[in-house]
Each structure stands twice: as structure tokens, then as C-alpha cells.
């Protein structure tokens, strides 16, 4: 199991990078989130990644596509859904239905990631989120504490963060 030092964790996922979004446009919440800063070093996509899910849940060596990840909310998991998971980059979207579009990218240090997931909404408030990995046989787990301000419990989609 990988594990990231606290100190690291604070400047990869800061303190105010919680939200929720209206993907919807009707004015409510629909999907909440966070966004990470790349603190370590360039993350590069490989080139051929599968643009198939079942071939991508080969390569990670796993039966199932949305067993790659398990997410809880203060301490409650989630019936996780790969498709509801979408990951922005810049300018980018990137679902299980458009793999191939994160085909090459590199997010370079200081880079932010996106991440938001839909049909999950979270209060104001403090909430845990943990996220747990498994991918060729390499486990991971990353769980960050943080507030949900009142102001970012309802931002436009794509978020500006």
C-alpha cells in the first residue's frame, strides 16, 4: 500500500478544494468534488492507454472497470460508478466514454486535476473523503479532512477552481 505523507497530502489537496457543482443547470448541486495539485513530479498519461473499458480493466489486471476504485464519504462508501466519475484537466473532460482523450496528456507540477462525481452531493461543512486504488496489483489509499465552504456548495459546471 502507497502512502503520502500529511504534509504532502496538504499542499496536493488544499484546504479550500472541496465543492459541489450544478452539471444540470437547474440551480442545484447534482455532483460534488475536488481538485488536486500536482506536487510531485510530471504525471504522464501513457500514449496507447485503452480507449475500451473492458480492455482498460485488463491492463489494471481487473474484472470489473469500477472495482479500480472504491471512494467513501465520511466513512459511508459509495456504490461506486465509473461513469459517473469525470476528470478535468485545463480545458478537458475526461469520462470512461472518452478514454483516449487523456491519451498522451501530462499534468505537469503545479498542474491542477479535477475530479467530480455525479449523482453524490455533499452540506457545508467538514467531510472526509478516502479513496482507495488497486491497479496491476499496486494498492493505494489517499484520505484527505476537509470544509466545504458555504460558497463553493453550488458552482457552475465546468467549476473554476
Known amino acids: 500500500m502507497s502512502y503520502i505523507p500529511k504534509y504532502i497530502l496538504k499542499r ?43 480492455a482498460l480493466a485488463k491492463m489494471a489486471n481487473v474484472d470489473d472497470i469500477n472495482s479500480l476504485l472504491s471512494v467513501s464519504v465520511d466513512g459511508e462508501e459509495l456504490d461506486f460508478d465509473i461513469k459517473n466519475l469525470e476528470l478535468r484537466y485545463e480545458d478537458k473532460s475526461v469520462t470512461i466514454d472518452n478514454l483516449s482523450d487523456a491519451a498522451g496528456v501530462t499534468v505537469p507540477v503545479g498542474g491542477k486535476v479535477v475530479i467530480i462525481y455525479s449523482g453524490k452531493t455533499l452540506e457545508p461543512g467538514e467531510h472526509e473523503i478516502v479513496i482507495k486504488y488497486g491497479v496491476a496489483g499496486s494498492e493505494g489509499e489517499i484520505g484527505v479532512k476537509r470544509e466545504l465552504a458555504e460558497d463553493r456548495a453550488c458552482l457552475s459546471y465546468p467549476p473554476e477552481v
Not at 444540470?24 to 480507449?51: E, H, M, Q, R, T
Open 12 to 54: 496536493m489537496v488544499p484546504k479550500d478544494s472541496f465543492f459541489c457543482v450544478d452539471k444540470s443547470g437547474d440551480g442545484k448541486a447534482d455532483a460534488f468534488g475536488f481538485y488536486i495539485i500536482n506536487v510531485i513530479s510530471p504525471l504522464s498519461i501513457p500514449a496507447d492507454i485503452p480507449s475500451d473499458p473492458d
